[in-house]
């Protein structure tokens, strides 16, 4: 099984794959951003900087970020409206 899908099974503590991967990002982690505290959103953006170069977005990822971007703040907004009151 390790020889057919041998990039499941990788050493995570080598330096190799986080220097010369290519990193493709998802929807939910650039809608996370909305979801996290502050702190967090500027550190997950402070390592995407540091991998700009790296960094894929395909359309479509960027497409259905678009698309749900205004109901996850107002999920977001909705949620600290509900714990206020």
């Known amino acids: 099984m390790k ?3 041998k990039e499941f099974y990788f050493d995570n503590k080598s330096s190799d794959i986080w220097i010369n991967s290519v990193v493709i990002l998802d929807a939910n982690v650039l809608l996370n951003l909305y979801r996290y ?5 500027k550190k997950l953006l402070s390592l995407l900087k540091k991998s700009q ?4 977005l ?8 678009h698309l749900n971007r205004t109901n996850v ?3 977001q907004q909705t949620s600290y ?3 206020e009151s």
């Open 37 to 41: 505290s502050k702190e967090t959103s």
């Open 81 to 83: 409206e509900k714990i």
């Open 73 to 75: 703040i107002l999920d």
């Open 3 to 5: 020889s057919i899908f």
């Open 53 to 56: 170069e790296r960094l894929w």
């Open 58 to 65: 395909p359309h479509q990822i960027a497409l259905e970020f």
